[in-house]
């Protein structure tokens, strides 16, 4: 039997209540004299900062340990991480780590099964135990002790007071309270939740269906790249969300700068022949998938089956042959090593290059049934 479960009067009062106070307090700043341009950027300041010291601290350096941090960046990212008003470090984690390992179960703190407005924020309207089993190895970090004790005073005084403060420094503490405060709470607060409803329900899954989580631009472009969520579920300590260059995701890009200026290291990165693999699985799972509703008669499906998975496997074959090749042309390149050897290398590279993109457009072909029906 479920354990009955105590609502948490705070967490509701300030969930629902922070947005009629952001609303009400910008009709108020507008009814004056309007906020001094320097408070929108302040807004839009704090807005980043905050949002990537969750993404890119709370998410994925602290839950996810997908990289290592200088004290001076842990913390910066736990002090504006509690600026967003969503827990200490350590609860966050904590519940975060029994997302993934629960994920879609009754376990799952937001499980999605329990409808979009339970995995946004309904979960949150309840009292929970702190489950501090599955954080022993952050409890150990004297910085995230300090943040999870003092949690309360350090989200007023960055979350609220040090807006008010610099605001009133151009004379317009009020507009930094409403707009650099309550209303970049409020939006932070959803645009977190999103990922654990929207990127939940909306959006492709290149490269799993065994849980719910979906890979969505859209839900990236409000989540400084979380939303590529189904790639983040199937390689959770991976540093990046949008692995691929074209996707947007800042934290990202953030990490990898900071990683530049020796702030940060250890990145941790999934190898891309894994990921390929993971996406090549997926495309035949999802392509049998269509092709077992056509009701084929067995001999023939049994044929088509194996045909399929024997392109895949010669596709795979390629991709990791063009990859050794690649890394290898590339690592010999850096140690500048001699001319003939390097030649030799080069066009090994390309053949292979060359090789599976003829097996990728076998694939393909595959794929769109033109191979695998001649039976
Ligand atoms: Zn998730
Ligand atoms: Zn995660």
């Given at each position: 039997?479920?354990?009955?479960?105590?609502?948490?009067?705070?967490?509701?009062?300030?969930?629902?209540?922070?947005?009629?106070?952001?609303?009400?307090?910008?009709?108020?700043?507008?009814?004056?004299?309007?906020?001094?341009?320097?408070?929108?950027?302040?807004?839009?300041?704090?807005?980043?900062?905050?949002?990537?010291?969750?993404?890119?601290?709370?998410?994925?350096?602290?839950?996810?340990?997908?990289?290592?941090?200088?004290?001076?960046?842990?913390?910066?990212?736990?002090?504006?991480?509690?600026?967003?008003?969503?827990?200490?470090?350590?609860?966050?984690?904590?519940?975060?780590?029994?997302?993934?390992?629960?994920?879609?179960?009754?376990?799952?703190?937001?499980?999605?099964?329990?409808?979009?407005?339970?995995?946004?924020?309904?979960?949150?309207?309840?009292?929970?135990?702190?489950?501090?089993?599955?954080?022993?190895?952050?409890?150990?970090?004297?910085?995230?002790?300090?943040?999870?004790?003092y949690y309360l005073p350090l989200s007023i005084a960055f979350g609220f007071l040090l807006p008010t403060a610099i605001a009133a420094l151009w004379g317009d503490a009020l507009g930094g309270?409403?707009?650099?405060?309550?209303?970049?709470?409020?939006?932070?607060?959803?645009?977190?939740?999103?990922?654990?409803?929207?990127?939940?329900?909306?959006?492709?899954?290149?490269?799993?269906?065994?849980?719910?989580?979906?890979?969505?631009?859209?839900?990236?472009?409000?989540?400084?790249?979380?939303?590529?969520?189904?790639?983040?579920?199937?390689?959770?300590?991976?540093?990046?969300?949008g692995v691929r260059f074209w996707q947007f995701d800042p934290t990202k890009w953030v990490i990898t700068f900071l990683s530049w200026i020796g702030l940060v290291w250890d990145l941790r990165?999934?190898?891309?022949?894994?990921?390929?693999?993971?996406?090549?699985?997926?495309?035949?799972?999802?392509?049998?998938?269509?092709?077992?509703?056509?009701?084929?008669?067995?001999?023939?499906?049994?044929?088509?089956?194996?045909?399929?998975?024997?392109?895949?496997?010669?596709?795979?074959?390629?991709?990791?042959?063009?990859?050794?090749?690649?890394?290898?042309?590339?690592?010999?390149?850096?140690?500048?090593?001699?001319?003939?050897?390097?030649?030799?290398?080069?066009?090994?590279?390309?053949?292979?290059?060359?090789?599976?993109?003829?097996?990728?457009?076998?694939?393909?072909?595959?794929?769109?049934?033109?191979?695998?029906?001649?039976?």
């Amino acid at each position: 039997m479920q354990p009955k479960k105590n609502l948490d009067l705070v967490n509701v009062l300030f969930l629902v209540g922070s947005p009629f106070v952001a609303v009400s307090g910008v009709y108020l700043l507008f009814h004056l004299n309007g906020p001094a341009w320097q408070s929108w950027i302040l807004f839009a300041v704090m807005m980043v900062v905050t949002g990537l010291s969750v993404t890119g601290g709370y998410h994925r350096l602290f839950s996810h340990r997908s990289f290592k941090a200088n004290p001076f960046v842990r913390l910066f990212f736990l002090l504006f991480g509690a600026a967003a008003f969503e827990n200490s470090a350590l609860k966050w984690s904590a519940d975060h780590r029994l997302h993934h390992r629960y994920v879609d179960t009754d376990q799952d703190p937001y499980n999605i099964k329990k409808g979009f407005f339970w995995a946004h924020m309904g979960w949150i309207f309840y009292r929970t135990e702190k489950n501090l089993s599955v954080v022993t190895d952050l409890s150990s970090d004297p910085l995230v002790r300090f943040q999870d004790h003092y949690y309360l005073p350090l989200s007023i005084a960055f979350g609220f007071l040090l807006p008010t403060a610099i605001a009133a420094l151009w004379g317009d503490a009020l507009g930094g309270l409403i707009l650099a405060g309550w209303v970049r709470i409020v939006l932070n607060h959803h645009f977190t939740f999103f990922i654990n409803s929207l990127a939940h329900t909306l959006g492709s899954q290149p490269y799993s269906d065994r849980n719910s989580s979906r890979d969505s631009f859209i839900c990236a472009l409000v989540s400084y790249g979380e939303g590529y969520h189904n790639f983040h579920h199937s390689f959770q300590s991976d540093y990046r969300n949008g692995v691929r260059f074209w996707q947007f995701d800042p934290t990202k890009w953030v990490i990898t700068f900071l990683s530049w200026i020796g702030l940060v290291w250890d990145l941790r990165v999934t190898p891309r022949a894994k990921l390929m693999k993971a996406r090549f699985e997926m495309q035949e799972k999802r392509f049998l998938s269509k092709l077992s509703q056509s009701k084929w008669e067995m001999p023939k499906w049994k044929l088509v089956e194996e045909r399929v998975q024997k392109f895949r496997s010669e596709l795979e074959e390629a991709y990791l042959k063009f990859e050794k090749a690649r890394s290898d042309y590339h690592a010999f390149k850096k140690k500048g090593s001699y001319h003939l050897k390097l030649e030799e290398i080069k066009s090994e590279y390309r053949a292979s290059k060359e090789e599976f993109k003829l097996a990728l457009l076998q694939w393909k072909r595959a794929l769109s049934q033109e191979l695998v029906l001649v039976v």
